[in-house]
């Protein structure tokens, strides 16, 4: 692999676990809001800014983030730790961030009830193969860009340890299915797949988890030209794996040559927007690298400078074997 190809990798690694981060710090102030609230107090909302007092993220301050980046934080060092993805040892990494936030409410971004039931699981001795709830929340999606990076050079792979990394927390066929396709969306992104090949594989290999998510993935696609209020009639909103992981494909796929576009859209959408921005974020910084993130969001993100650590360390070891 030649120096300006693995320097442009690097480049799109950090980028993508940063995109996952702005996202989700863009969309933490108006999580849970519906379009309509949105709209009466932001107009769009286009920088980082606190959610309304009584708000359950009203403590964090604007450019933090909320459990969907840590969540994904957890899976990067699990792998770095590992030096691949072991799902045994990620189940044991997401139990400890889970018991930290239980003995600590303070510290509770938001963190979602799916994941809670299951980690209490994991800290009762219950195997990774038996903690996982069957909701169809996307908890598991909204943390997965990290396989979808490292894998990044075998869709196969990609697949099948996205797969496997829902199943600890989320263990239904959607939420499984979810994993997937955000995974499948990363990879594809930093391989520049042109949107039309990258619907097919991940419509394809999605399917095979969970149909009805790969047909609105695929709707997702055909509706990319249609404004933001249509989509969200045609899509929703809310944290169900069936809405959050289309409408971030929707986002993506409406502003594929733009990263701030495609995570504006995504922050808008009201209802999950904390999910849908960190997921659009991850394939837009995929796609684009760290260069396509406006310089006002990097400056006040939080943890910036451990993020970029971390992202350039999962980098290393995925290119570690290669010539």
């Given amino acids: 692999m030649g120096g300006n190809l693995k320097d442009r990798l690097k480049n799109r690694f950090v980028g993508s676990i940063l995109g996952v981060a702005v996202g989700d710090a863009l ?10 609230e949105i709209l009466s107090m932001h107009g769009v909302v ?3 800014g606190k959610a309304p007092e009584g708000h359950p993220n009203d403590r964090l301050e604007p450019g933090m983030y909320t459990d969907d980046t840590e969540q994904t934080i957890t ?3 699990s792998i770095i730790e590992k030096g691949r993805f072991d ?3 990620f189940a044991m990494k997401i139990s400890e961030w889970g018991k930290q936030i239980m003995e600590h409410p303070e510290l509770d971004r938001f963190s979602g009830g799916t994941s809670k039931k299951a ?3 994991l800290l009762e001795g219950i195997d990774w193969m038996e903690s996982g709830e069957e909701g169809t929340t996307c908890g598991s999606a909204m943390r997965v860009a990290p396989i979808g990076l490292f894998y990044y050079y075998d869709l196969d792979f990609v697949e099948k340890f996205a797969r496997m990394s829902s199943t600890p927390t989320h263990s239904s066929h959607g939420a499984r299915a979810g994993a997937m396709a955000v995974a499948l969306g990363v990879a594809c992104c930093i391989n520049d797949y042109p949107i039309e090949k990258m619907v097919v594989e991940v419509v394809k290999r999605t ?6 998510l790969a047909d609105k993935i695929q709707l997702a696609y055909e509706i990319r030209e249609v404004d933001l209020d249509e ?3 045609e899509i929703g909103n809310s944290s169900s794996v069936y809405e959050t992981v289309p409408f971030s494909f929707y986002s993506y796929f409406g502003h594929a040559d733009r990263f701030e576009d495609a995570v504006i859209t995504a922050v808008n959408a009201g209802g999950d927007t904390d ?5 659009t974020g991850g394939m837009a910084g995929a796609r684009h690298g760290v260069e396509s993130i406006p310089d006002r969001w990097l400056k006040n993100l939080e943890n910036k400078e451990y993020l970029i650590e971390l992202a350039e360390k999962l980098y290393i070891l995925a290119v570690k074997d290669m010539a």
């Avoid at 969309?27 to 309509?36: A, D, K, N, P, T």
């Avoid at 399917?207 to 009805?212: F, G, L, N, R, T």
């Avoid at 999910?275 to 997921?279: E, K, L, W």
């Fill in 27 to 36: 969309g933490m102030q108006v999580e849970e809001l519906s379009r309509e």
């Fill in 46 to 48: 286009r920088d980082y």
């Fill in 75 to 77: 899976l990067l060092v």
């Fill in 87 to 89: 799902v045994g040892h």
């Fill in 119 to 121: 980690i209490k699981k």
């Fill in 207 to 212: 399917a095979k988890e969970d149909e009805e």
């Fill in 231 to 233: 989509a969200v009639r």
């Fill in 275 to 279: 999910s849908i921005g960190a997921i």
